[in-house]
C-alpha cells in the first residue's frame, strides 16, 4: 500500500517565520493531496487539496505545491493560532485517504 | 449547516462487536460519499473506510479489511460502521467524514466536514 511520509515530525518556529512541511508518497499521486490542520482538542480542518487549492476561508498565509510524489505546506508567516498537528492526505490510489503521520508546530 | 453526528461508541472487550452511526443533515446525503477516520488516543489521523453516494462502492484500510463494514442508509441520511472481532488496537475516537467534492470516490477522498467523534474502547 501506499505510504506517506511528513518531515520533520514536529518543528519550532518564531511568530513571522516561514514555516514549511514537506510531504512524500511512496508512489506517484498526481496531484491527489491535501492539507489538513488539527488543533488540540479539535477536529481537523481542510486547509487545502488538489496540492494547491485553498479551501474557502482559509487564509492566505497558507499555501501548497508539489505533484507526483513530492509536496509541502508552507505558512508564510507564523501567527501563533497556528498551533497545530499538519497533516498531509493522499487520495487517487486504493486505498485512498491515506494519512501522513503529521507534524506538530509549535511557536519558539 | 452541515451537522455529522456520530453515536455508538462505548467499551467492548476483544472479540466483540460494536455498530456506529453518523447522522447527517444540511446537506444532500444521497449525493455525497462518506467515510471513517479514526485517531488513537495520543496518535495521528487513520482512513478507516470510505463508501460513495449509491454505497455500491466500498473501500477498506488493510487494517480492518474483513472485520469492519461500512454501509449507509440514503433515506435515513445514515452512515453506519460494522465492527466486528475488535482488538485492543482499534481503540480510537471514530470521526465520520464528508467528502468535500462531488466525482468518483477515489479522486474525491478529501473531506470538509467532520463529526466530532464517537470513543470506542476495546478492553477487558
Known amino acids: 500500500d501506499i505510504q506517506m511520509t511528513q518531515s520533520p515530525s514536529s518543528l519550532s518556529a518564531s511568530v513571522g517565520d516561514r514555516v514549511t512541511i514537506t510531504c512524500r508518497a511512496s508512489?506517484?499521486?498526481?496531484?491527489?493531496l491535501a492539507w489538513y490542520q488539527q488543533k488540540p482538542g479539535k477536529v481537523p480542518n481542510l486547509l487545502i487539496y488538489?496540492?494547491?487549492t485553498l479551501q474557502s476561508g482559509v487564509p492566505s498565509r497558507f499555501s501548497g505545491s508539489g505533484s507526483g510524489t513530492d509536496f509541502t505546506l508552507t505558512i508564510s508567516s507564523l501567527q501563533p493560532e497556528d498551533v497545530a498537528t499538519y497533516y498531509c492526505?493522499?487520495?487517487?490510489?486504493?486505498?485512498?485517504?491515506?494519512f501522513g503521520q503529521g507534524t506538530k508546530l509549535e511557536i519558539k | 449547516e452541515v451537522q455529522l453526528l456520530e453515536s455508538g461508541g462505548g467499551l467492548v472487550q476483544p472479540g466483540g462487536s460494536l455498530r456506529l452511526s453518523c447522522a447527517a443533515s444540511g446537506f444532500t446525503f444521497i449525493t455525497y460519499d462518506m467515510n471513517w477516520v479514526r485517531q488513537a488516543p495520543g496518535k495521528g489521523l487513520e482512513w478507516v473506510t470510505g463508501?460513495?453516494?449509491?454505497?455500491?462502492?466500498?473501500y477498506y484500510a488493510d487494517s480492518v479489511k474483513g472485520r469492519f463494514t461500512i454501509s449507509r442508509d440514503n433515506s435515513k441520511n445514515t452512515l453506519y460502521l460494522q465492527m466486528n472481532d475488535l482488538r485492543a488496537e482499534d481503540t480510537a475516537v471514530y470521526y465520520c467524514?464528508?467528502?468535500?467534492?462531488?466525482?468518483?470516490?477515489?479522486?474525491?477522498?478529501?473531506?470538509?466536514?467532520w463529526g466530532q467523534g464517537t470513543l470506542v474502547t476495546v478492553s477487558s
Open positions: 467524514a464528508k467528502h468535500k467534492s462531488l466525482g468518483t470516490i477515489l479522486n474525491t477522498c478529501y473531506f470538509d466536514y
Open positions: 488538489a496540492a494547491s
Open positions: 492526505q493522499q487520495y487517487g490510489v486504493v486505498p485512498p485517504g491515506t
Open positions: 463508501i460513495d453516494d449509491m454505497g455500491r462502492i466500498t
Open positions: 508512489q506517484g499521486i498526481s496531484n491527489n
